[in-house]
């Protein structure tokens, strides 16, 4: 199974894309987690992709398709996998078709998770993550056990510099004018599955697993 998970920023792609890649035994391929990883370990790419994530502006799409590129063709994607925040923009978009051409393969669904904006940025500035295994938390809806410490890993929880209120203004901006566009993209391919957001946690994964595959 191959798929992609879309939505706005705090949409909950991030957490449904760990559920579903989970359950369904697929590689999860997140390149915002792959930024924020070669971030942490302060390699060329990391400092070069944390000029533009820091300030809530999209990571070049050249340097973003390259690394998508070289992920799908590892051994562990064969079995199938989960694109979560990938593409962002039209162009990327194309290029996937064309990595895809390359590769012989075909996306199978796109979920999208379609939540009202204004719902956003409360949610997103209140979100926390953990710092060493990348576990999100919320300030009021899902709270760590002991604060300031991640459930499952025991490690620091913190804010991510690009949720700050600012920032996310600008996120949501940015996704309206270039991401947004790939709904009608998919949608003309008939790949799309639109769930209402506003659900919980549980509710989407349900409403995913019996109505988008
Ligand atoms: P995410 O974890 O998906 O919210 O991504 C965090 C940040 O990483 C985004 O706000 C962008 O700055 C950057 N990023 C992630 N995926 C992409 C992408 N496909 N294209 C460009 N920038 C990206």
């Known amino acids: 199974m191959r798929l992609l998970v879309m939505g706005p920023p705090g949409s909950g792609k991030g957490t449904q894309a760990a559920i579903l890649s989970d359950k369904l035994n697929i590689a999860h391929i997140s390149t915002g987690e792959?930024?924020?990883?070669?971030?942490?370990?302060?390699?060329?790419?990391?400092?070069?992709?944390?000029?533009?994530?820091?300030?809530g502006e999209l990571v070049p799409d050249e340097i973003t398709e390259a690394i998508v590129k070289e992920r799908l063709g590892q051994e562990d994607?064969?079995?199938?996998?989960?694109?979560?925040?990938?593409?962002?923009?039209?162009?990327q978009g194309r290029a996937l078709d064309s990595i895809l051409l390359d590769l012989r393969n075909d996306i199978d669904c796109v979920i999208y998770l379609d939540v009202p904006t204004q719902d956003i940025v409360s949610r997103l500035t209140a979100r926390r993550?953990?710092?060493?295994?990348?576990?999100?938390?919320?300030?009021?809806?899902?709270?760590?056990?002991?604060?300031?410490?991640?459930?499952l890993c025991g490690g620091k929880i913190v804010q991510r510099e690009d949720d700050t209120e600012e920032t996310v203004r600008k996120r949501l901006s940015i996704y309206n004018d270039a991401t947004r566009p790939l709904v009608d993209f998919y949608q003309?391919?008939?790949?799309?599955?639109?769930?209402?957001?506003?659900?919980?946690?549980?509710?989407?994964t349900e409403r995913i697993m019996s109505g988008c595959f």
């Open 34 to 55: 792959m930024f924020r990883d070669a971030i942490k370990v302060g390699s060329e790419l990391g400092e070069l992709a944390a000029r533009y994530i820091n300030k």
């Open 77 to 91: 994607c064969r079995k199938g996998y989960l694109l979560d925040g990938f593409p962002r923009t039209l162009t």
């Open 188 to 204: 003309q391919k008939k790949l799309l599955c639109t769930i209402a957001g506003n659900l919980s946690i549980d509710e989407t």
């Open 129 to 151: 993550i953990c710092g060493v295994c990348g576990a999100v938390y919320h300030l009021q809806e899902k709270i760590p056990r002991e604060e300031g410490v991640c459930d």
